[in-house]
T-cell receptor, first 113, second 111 residues
Framework: IAGITQAPTSQILAAGRRMTLRCTQD?????MYWYRQDLGLGLRLIHY???????GKGEVPDGYSVSRANTDDFPLTLASAVPSQTSVYFC????????????FGPGTRLTVL | GDSVTQMEGPVTLSEEAFLTINCTYT??????LFWYVQYPGEGLQLLLK?????DKGSNKGFEATYRKETTSFHLEKGSVQVSDSAVYFC??????????FGAGTTVTVRA
């Protein structure tokens, strides 16, 4: 089934630990995005990539890094997790950076203690 | 910067009631406007969109009209069902092509 997969589904992490959230899409979309969802704040863009090999900073990039080695994968890394990074993380993709519709993955619920 | 403001929830309705969720925006240029829906335990799905002034987006009985004069994109449905219980997000996409989301409105429909 075509779409976006994210892993893990949920994770509890000790503060200071490193964590990578995985995101894979099989739609051959050029653009990919990472958002965090927090109650009362909606979704906020962390990082994005308009095409393989390029990345850009979104609204709340601090404490996060991304890479885009190929079209399908867009991992998000927390180098040293802090409790304020407790959130639900959504990966999304679109045909290209200007195409209107973004397709979302099921999300990863991350708790940092 | 670009931003979206939508009515705060939660909203609780009875089946067959009329639903309105207000959304207003601030943006430079001519943004595209969207409503996304998030059902419990799932990611966001595009519900409808409008790309220019006076366009009406519609899907699954929901409608929203892009009103440039009032910078609004209110979501409406004439007769809601229990299956419409979800969180609804208004969003805009302006010149930099990135989506800006509102805070979300939780809607609960009771049988």
């Amino acid at each position: 089934i075509a779409g976006i997969t994210q892993a893990p589904t949920s994770q509890i992490l000790a503060a200071g630990r490193r964590m990578t959230l995985r995101c894979t899409q099989d739609m051959r979309h050029n653009a990919m995005y990472w958002y965090r969802q927090d109650l009362g704040l909606g979704l906020r863009l962390i990082h994005y990539s308009n095409t393989a090999g390029t990345t850009g900073k979104g609204e709340v990039p601090d404490g996060y890094s991304v890479s885009r080695a190929n079209t399908d994968d867009f991992p998000l890394t927390l180098a040293s997790a802090v409790p304020s990074q407790t959130s639900v993380y959504f990966c999304a993709s679109s045909l290209d950076g200007s195409y209107n519709e973004q397709f979302f993955g099921p999300g990863t619920r991350l708790t940092v203690l | 910067g670009d931003s979206v403001t939508q009515m705060e929830g939660p909203v609780t309705l009875s089946e067959e009631a009329f639903l309105t969720i207000n959304c207003t925006y601030t943006a430079t240029g001519y943004p595209s406007l969207f409503w996304y829906v998030q059902y419990p335990g799932e990611g966001l799905q595009l519900l409808l969109k409008a790309t220019k002034a006076d366009d009406k987006g519609s899907n699954k009985g929901f409608e929203a009209t892009y009103r440039k004069e009032t910078t609004s994109f209110h979501l409406e449905k004439g007769s809601v069902q229990v299956s419409d219980s979800a969180v609804y997000f208004c969003a805009l996409r302006a010149n930099d092509y990135k989506l800006s989301f509102g805070a979300g409105t939780t809607v609960t429909v009771r049988a």
